[in-house]
Each structure stands twice: as C-alpha cells, then as structure tokens.
C-alpha cells in the first residue's frame, strides 16, 4: 500500500472539480482496503471512499485519507435452470459490467447501461434508469465494517432499498465500505420495452425483435443524445431525484399545469424534476462557469473551470425556485462532499 500526498482529485470525479486530498491511496484487495483503513485509523484521520466519483460533488479540500476502490473480479458462483448469481468487483466499471453480463447472455441489467460509476456505488442508492433499479436483480452484497475490519454478508431485505435509497445512506452511512455485489441474472431475458422512448428508438433502428444487447444498444443512443459525456463536460448525470407526491398536491398543480407528467407508484405520485426545471425556465441556463445542460435540465455542469461550491450555489437556487413555483421539494442524487 502506497499512500500519497496533497493529491488534486480533478481526475478521479466526473464533476472535474479541482480539490486535493491530504493523502490518497488505492485498494485492490479487501486486505489492502483494511490496511489502509487501519492506518487512517492510527493517524486519527477521517476517510472518503470513492468509486468512480460520479456521484459526488466536492466543495472542499479533502483533509483525510481518500481510498479509491479498485477490487475487481466477475465470478459464477451459482446456477440454475433460469438464473445465474454473480459476484462482481466494487472496483468494476459499472457500465463494462453490464456489458460483461449482454455478452455472457445473461439478462436483467441491459436496461442500466452507460450509467456512470462502479459496481460497488450501485446498491447505495439503489441505482435506475428506463424502468429497472438494482435492486430488481440484487441478490446480496459484502461490505468491510470500517471499525471492526469484518466483512458482514448484507441481504435483499437488510439494504432496504428504496427510491435512490438504501440503508447505507441512512443508517449505516460512512460505516461500511462494499467490496463486492452479488446479482440475480436471468437466462431467459424478460424485456423491460415500456419505458421512455426505447421501443420507439428500437423501430428506428429497424429492430423489431430485440434481444438484451439491442436493448442496451437502445438505452445507450438515447443516453447520448440527452446526457453530456462527463470526459467532455464535468457533470455527474441526474443532479436531483424525481419528486412524490401526493393525490391532493397533484389535483392541484395539475389545474394550473395540465401538462404535468406523472407517473403514480406505491407512495404517491412521481413528478419529472427535469420538467419541473425546465418549466421554471432553468433548462441550458449558464451561470458563470457552470449551468443546466442544454438538452437534459436534470443535469448541471461544469463547463470547466467550475467549483464545487458554485454547482452548489446553482443547485440550491433551483431548489428554491421549484419550491416557489411548485410547492415541490427536489432532493439531490449528488453526494455534497
């Protein structure tokens, strides 16, 4: 294990926001994880472990020890007639991942593809996009107490997982770190078609009979044509989650805006953030040096020489707009370091 010093994390956030780190290592191994754990410990030093740091925002200097994850590894550990269980890497790219699984022709993920990040930020926030979240093929996961150095076997049930949630955010936020995710794939794929515009992206690629890899090939050209790649704009995709709210709340809002999108779920009524930020005249607003994207008002960037203090300050002020306007709460994705 090799630690660094006064380390500029530009490189290893997708914001591409210029904030150093007192000391900086990376873990490719749960013992090399627990080795630098132990010595943030016996230097009484505070740690932030990043994965692909494309759902973070950092608005400070990092005084601590910033551990980068890098275990890897693919691993078959169970098969049945239908389903295969596989343990991957905290390390893996997320996006490789799903395209791992597409060309092993095991299904559940296609539907997840391009979105930034690793394996092991997937089940924090119960990761989703075009109809599917993690937690719809999650099987287990294991994390390291960063305490007492034991890895724990965490189950479906133990994550509560919830809209971008998980009992990692809440409960046991910043005391575990994952090392490893476990996913329910299927053999027979079940194609999730009914979201968005994939069927429609489909007919226009001439595909009438998709398989999982036309589906992810689908999602993929949409991602693209909306979201900015963050290698070309600092950005960490969807800034804010998608609000619920109540029947009351909605009647109302939707006599002034007949309009308004909405999708009903168990807790109320889901409303479109991007919508929401877009109708209050957000949408491709630039602010200094950075702004709302020009084609998907979900997402704020840095158009290069931002702070993560000025995305905040942007962030905040949309917020208090949409609540102005709406009487609606938007509630960050992004992490605030």
């Not at 971008?164 to 053999?187: A, G, W």
Request: aromatic fraction near 8%; glycine fraction near 8%; charged fraction near 20%.
């Amino acid at each position: 294990m090799k630690i660094l010093e006064n380390i500029s994390l530009k490189p290893f956030n997708t914001f591409g926001i210029d904030k150093k780190a007192a000391f900086f290592t990376t873990v490719s191994s749960i013992e090399e994880l627990k080795d630098a754990l132990s010595w943030a410990n016996d230097h009484n030093l505070p740690v932030l472990i990043l994965g692909g740091g494309s759902n973070i925002l950092l608005t400070q200097e990092v005084k601590g020890l910033v551990i980068k994850i890098e275990i890897l590894g693919i691993q078959v550990i169970e098969e049945t007639e239908n389903e295969v269980f596989v343990e991957v890497g905290a390390g893996q790219s997320w996006h490789e991942w799903v395209q791992i699984s597409i060309a092993n022709k095991w299904a559940g993920i296609e539907n997840l593809s391009l979105i930034p990040g690793t394996v092991g930020a997937s089940p924090m926030q119960n990761i989703g996009a075009y109809g599917v979240e993690l937690k719809d093929v999650f099987q287990s996961l294991k994390a390291l107490n960063k305490k007492s150095l034991e890895v724990i076997d965490f189950s479906f049930d133990e994550c509560e997982f919830g809209y971008r949630e998980s009992v990692f955010k809440h409960q046991f936020k910043d005391q575990f770190v994952i090392t490893s995710v476990t996913f329910r794939l299927q053999k027979q794929p079940k194609l999730n078609l009914d979201y968005g515009t994939i069927r429609e992206t489909l007919k226009e690629m001439g595909i009438h009979n998709p398989g999982i890899k036309e589906v992810s090939n689908a999602v993929i050209q949409i991602r693209k044509s909306k979201l900015p790649d963050p290698v070309e704009i600092g950005n960490a995709g969807s800034f804010f989650k998608n609000p619920t709210i109540d029947s009351t709340t909605f009647e109302k809002l939707l006599k002034r805006f007949p309009t308004l999108p909405n999708y009903p779920n168990e807790n109320g009524i889901k409303i479109p953030a991007g919508w929401l930020i877009e109708q209050a005249g957000w949408k491709g607003k630039k602010i200094g040096n950075v702004g709302v994207h020009e084609k998907q008002a979900l997402v704020l960037v840095n158009y290069g020489n931002g702070s993560g203090e000025e995305i905040k300050s942007l962030a905040q002020q949309i917020q208090n707009d949409i609540l102005q306007k709406f009487g609606i709460d938007l509630h960050t994705e992004v992490n605030f370091i």
